[in-house]
């Protein structure tokens, strides 16, 4: 099914036409309600129509991308402070927010067990990681930034923006950057920072936080954490079930930077990034002046310590009131991952138990992903490519996965690679809800993929 073609459920899309013309009244502090013209009302009404173009991402059918509505809360909190629309460049323009964002930072930083600490919400993880590799860079200029095959892209592109120089690692057989090779190139020396992954946007794979951290000590090179999808996750390495590995997650105190997305597992509307670094002196790379801003105050602006200039306020006033509905502990917001986390554990689990099909790894947090046993790679990726379409036509909208075929068969050698590439199906139960459908999507994924064949 192309993206172009999907439409939205008729009773959610006479719900979105519905709050579209309840919300309008309301979009003003300077009286009761808001003048809504004939013509607004009628460009709402247009709106709602062209938004009926969507996945239904808020349904539990929805295991595709990373992509979730934020909880109502957030929601809530997001428009009350759109009403004033702050911008936590300046603590003139957004006094509040800018406390609130110090506020929010600080309980992500504490997640980590940072402190001291310097950091600050951006538009998104990319930006977070951009900010990330140009400290890198600055600090050590001449060396090299390495992130591994596992890794996301905007590493490698994101390097070339800020003219570091970039090498890529070989990943191991479960999606992780692999040991050795890091070991090897470390060696030879000239590397300034390291790249590790805390749940990897294909495969929600953890890098060995805990040995990559030992090597760069060895071998004196910075270590920078991107944990933008994995890193709410945190709240499980407590030994409670259902669990995480701790490791991967304990060391992540010991990095030079790190990356979090709270508009991914931290319930959050897009776009909200945050970046923290481990020593507040790198501040003094963000140093600069602007003759008509930072004049209201002697503290700290929020604008001094980031590359952005304007950031909603609202975002920070999301954040922080998620954070006071639903604390950062298991119980808190922990208890949205835990029902992810369980929902990808069973989904395997069913999987796994079919002779059918193959997982590509177990998952380490809530990505799943498949294939079914065929002896070719080449049949493999027609039955994925078959069962694609064959869910999106029983309403399952998942993701396809693009996997080399040599790096698939160091688990599962039982299929010849005759052509590079293997698609598989992927799963992102990103959403607490999917834990109620292990069961439907387990065997409508099952069956796609056996019937593809």
Known sequence: MRAQDVQLAEDAAARLRQRVEELAPLGTLASDRAPVSPRDRDALLALAERLRNNYPY????YAGQMLKPPVPVAWAAYAA??????????????PATAVLEREAVRELAGMFGLSPYLGHLSASGTI????ALWVARELRPDDVVLSGANAHYTHERMCRVVGARHETIAEDERGRLALDALEARLRAGGVGTVVATVGTTAL?????????????????????????YGGFFALLADGGEPAVAAGPFRAISGADSIVIDPHKHGLQPYGCGCGVFADPAVGRIFEHDSPYTYFTSG???????????????????????????????????GSH???????????????DAD?????????????????????????????????????????????KLCLRSEWLRTRHPWFEADVPSVTAIRCCLIKKEHLGVVDA?????????VDAG
């Open 204 to 228: 929600g794979a953890l890098d060995d936080v805990e040995e990559i951290a030992q090597l760069c000590a060895e071998h004196g090179a910075r270590l920078h954490v991107d944990a933008a």
């Open 81 to 94: 402070t759109m009403l004033l629309n702050p911008n936590n460049h300046a603590l003139d323009g957004g």
């Open 337 to 351: 991952l835990a029902a992810a986390r369980q929902a990808g554990l069973e989904l395997a689990a069913r999987m």
């Open 441 to 449: 999507l387990a065997g409508a994924l099952t069956r796609s993929l």
């Open 128 to 131: 977070a990681n951009l900010e």
């Open 299 to 333: 503290d700290l602006h929020p604008g001094e310590i980031t590359l952005e200039c304007s950031r909603a306020g609202a975002s920070a006033a999301a954040l922080w009131t998620t954070f006071e509905a639903l604390p950062l502990t298991r119980a808190g917001l």
């Open 355 to 399: 002779d059918r099909v193959a997982l590509v790894i177990d998952p380490e947090l809530d990505i799943v992903c498949a294939i079914a046993r065929r002896e070719r790679a080449s049949d493999i990726a027609a039955a994925s490519e078959r069962a694609f379409d064959a869910l999106a036509s029983e309403h399952w909208h998942v993701a």
């Open 58 to 61: 808020p349904e539990p059918t």
